[in-house]
């Protein structure tokens, strides 16, 4: 189970870090990836990171202002969100998954709820 959390109101150009909390000893067996809804819009790719964190990937609108990392003790991830625009306002979704790192929310076997990010001033 993926639980969500950290969003909320910013500020453009202002930060967030959203926490994703797994429960259960496998954690570290999962890479996990984040995706992000709009509403009116299709669930999109955000970042991802392996089971280990050695590697990482990120959609390219974010690139450079997001980080996702995980702290596998804690059975936690993280994405860490500066500069923030107006577009990335939407729902935030943490999800895990069995392959080694994927950018397609079919590569996920479980998803978390979503924890909304608001961006305006």
């Known amino acids: 189970q993926l639980q ?7 500020q453009p150009g202002g930060s967030l870090r959203l926490s994703c909390a797994a429960s259960g000893r496998t954690f570290s067996s999962y890479a996990v990836g984040w995706f992000r809804q ?6 999109e790719f955000v970042a991802a990171i392996t089971r280990s964190g050695a590697s990482t990937d990120y959609a390219d609108p974010v690139r450079g202002r997001f980080t996702i990392s995980r702290d596998n003790a804690k ?3 993280y994405l860490q969100m ?3 625009k107006p577009e990335d306002t939407a729902d935030y979704y943490c999800a895990a998954s069995t392959w ?3 950018t397609v929310p079919g590569g996920y076997v479980y998803w978390g709820q979503g924890t909304l990010v608001t961006v305006s001033s």
């Not at 969500?4 to 910013?10: E, M, P, Q, Y």
């Open 38 to 43: 709009a509403p009116g819009k299709e669930r």
């Open 75 to 77: 059975n936690t991830a």
């Open 100 to 102: 080694l790192i994927s």
């Open 82 to 84: 500066s500069s923030l």
């Open 4 to 10: 969500a959390s950290g969003g909320g109101l910013v």
